[in-house]
């Protein structure tokens, strides 16, 4: 076998015999103007070029197989900013959108794969807003006929809306009805776990501002999220907890999403999961009770429901976990009768360091006393 190396610098093999299932493909809709024996390796800007041509051809010009090795190639290639540019240069984001309604289910889940991959980067986000592929998504891929397909839709949307203008981008598509899909989705008992931590992920992004808040609240966000912690398949995915903690958090940052929350009974949800083993649980668990205990009704059913727990993590080794276990019991113990059922049950050390001026406070605020 021969080595050369041609003018367009790719590197190209001769063999007559051996490797012959490297030889170029013949089959339509390939032309036959090549080398029969020549192997090559796409080198530089030519095998983003080429794939995005191939999966830009007519439907009727590939079978759903060749579609989808397409697509599967493409988003092989698609490893880093400078493919991702080339891709997003070719106007590939057009036949995207229109493989995401392919009658194969394998060309729907894989050219939503190749969409999250272009999700990542500013001018990827760009080209497929204005392609429409959000709305699309949102109307056909979540309530899609198959699983997978619909996992693939969510992971989509979760890294579309991780960036602040994605997010933005979400609350608007499809007439501002993409949370009302994604609480549907959540209730479907058969959407993959994985599916439903995504969907979760892209209510956590899109419920940073005020504006993602007040959207999910109209939405009933909190009842529906709750569901979601009380299925069995929460309980089996950590990962699952964490993003449903992560938008209840978010959502108690505004008056009117604390009492949502406590009226749905976000407090004694959110109380067993401190004890987790997973330090993001924990995290995302303490920081909505800490957020929620800022309403004064919540006060005391936060005290009741979880002072064993926050005081227990106290002592924990994640630094975001202490701070907001203080600042969950500071709030709370705003109300005397919290302070008094609090007080009595820290060590001294912890005394200073939650309330550094309880030596100021009379004995009837500190409780009794062990």
């Known amino acids: 076998m021969s080595r050369t190396q041609n003018q367009s610098h790719a590197t190209r093999f001769y063999d007559g015999q051996a490797l012959q299932e490297r030889h170029p493909d013949l089959s339509e809709p390939f032309h036959g103007d090549v080398v029969k024996d020549e192997i090559a390796i796409a080198f530089g800007r030519r095998h983003v070029h080429k794939l995005v041509e191939l999966v830009s051809l007519p439907k009727e010009d590939l079978t759903p197989e060749k579609r989808a ?5 493409l988003l092989g290639v698609l490893t880093n900013q400078e493919s991702k540019a080339e891709a997003i240069g070719t106007n590939v984001a057009a036949p995207l959108v229109v493989h995401i309604t392919d009658d194969s289910d394998d060309v729907r889940r894989i050219a939503c794969e190749v969409m999250a991959s272009l999700a ?25 006929r198959n699983p997978e397909v619909r996992g693939a839709a969510c992971s989509f949307l979760a890294a579309f809306s991780s960036a602040h203008d994605g997010a933005r981008h979400v609350l608007d598509a499809a007439d501002g009805s993409v949370f009302e899909k994604i609480v549907k989705l959540l209730d479907d008992d058969a959407t993959p776990t994985g599916a439903k931590t995504s969907a979760c992920e892209t209510l956590g992004g899109c419920t940073l ?78 920081g ?33 976990v202490v701070q907001n276990a203080v600042a969950a019991i500071r709030a709370s113990s705003d109300l005397p009768d919290a302070r008094r059922k609090f007080f009595p049950m820290l060590t001294p050390k912890d005394k200073d360091y939650v309330f550094p001026n309880h030596h100021t406070w009379s004995r009837d605020l500190r409780g009794p006393l062990f």
């Open 288 to 320: 909505c009770l800490q957020a929620i205990a800022l309403e004064r009704d919540a006060k005391m059913p936060v005290c009741e429901a979880a002072r064993v727990n926050l005081v227990m993590l106290l002592r924990d080794p994640v630094v975001g």
């Open 69 to 73: 090795t397409a697509l599967r190639y």
């Open 120 to 144: 990542t980067s500013r001018d990827g986000r760009t080209s497929l807003i204005a392609a429409d592929a959000v709305t699309a998504t949102a109307m056909k891929m979540l309530k899609d």
């Open 209 to 286: 501002t005020d504006e993602g808040v007040h959207a999910g609240l109209e939405a009933r966000l909190p009842k529906a999220l709750l569901r979601v912690l009380d299925r069995e398949e929460a309980r089996m995915s950590s990962e699952l907890r964490t993003q449903a903690a992560r938008v209840l958090k978010n959502l108690c940052q505004v008056e009117i999403g604390r009492t949502q929350c406590l009226v749905a009974g976000a407090v004694k949800a959110m109380a067993p999961l401190l004890r987790n083993t997973d330090a993001d649980v924990r995290l995302q668990a303490s």
